[in-house]
Nanobody, 114 residues
Framework: QVQPVESGGGLVQTGGSLRLSCAAS????????MAWYRQAPGKQRELVAF???????TYADSVKGRFTISRDNAKNTVYLQMNSLKPEDTAVYYC????????WGQGTQVTVSS
C-alpha cells in the first residue's frame, strides 16, 4: 500500500488554528478506523484521535475539546481540525489505520509559538 500523504501543517501562534489533511491510498479506507498520531522531538509517537467507520470519534485527553477528526470516504481523506493550539501541540503529525497500520508517511510539521 502507498503511504499516507499528510499536509496542512505550519507555524502558528498560541491560540491559532490549523486543518490537517491526510490522503490515504488504501483500498480498505472506507472500512478502516483511521487515526491521527503525533511525535514531538525526543518523544514517542502518541495517538491523538481516531474515527471509526460509523464516524464515532475518540480523543486523547490533551486535545479533547480543541481538536476534531473527520473523514471523507469518497476522497479517502481524513482531517484534523486543530483549534486553540498550544506550544505543547508542536510535533510532526501522521495518520494511519488504527488497527492495521501500513507504511507511515512523512507527516506534516506543526509548530506553535508562544
Amino acid at each position: 500500500q502507498v503511504q499516507p500523504v499528510e499536509s496542512g501543517g505550519g507555524l502558528v501562534q498560541t491560540g491559532g488554528s490549523l486543518r490537517l489533511s491526510c490522503a490515504a491510498s488504501r483500498s480498505d479506507f472506507s472500512i478502516s478506523t483511521m487515526a491521527w498520531y503525533r511525535q514531538a522531538p525526543g518523544k514517542q509517537r502518541e495517538l491523538v484521535a481516531f474515527i471509526t467507520t460509523t464516524d464515532s470519534t475518540t480523543y486523547a485527553d490533551s486535545v479533547k475539546g480543541r481538536f476534531t477528526i473527520s473523514r471523507d470516504n469518497a476522497k479517502n481523506t481524513v482531517y484534523l481540525q486543530m483549534n486553540s493550539l498550544k506550544p505543547e501541540d508542536t510535533a510532526v503529525y501522521y495518520c494511519n489505520s488504527l488497527l492495521y497500520p501500513g507504511g507511515w508517511g512523512q507527516g506534516t510539521q506543526v509548530t506553535v509559538s508562544s
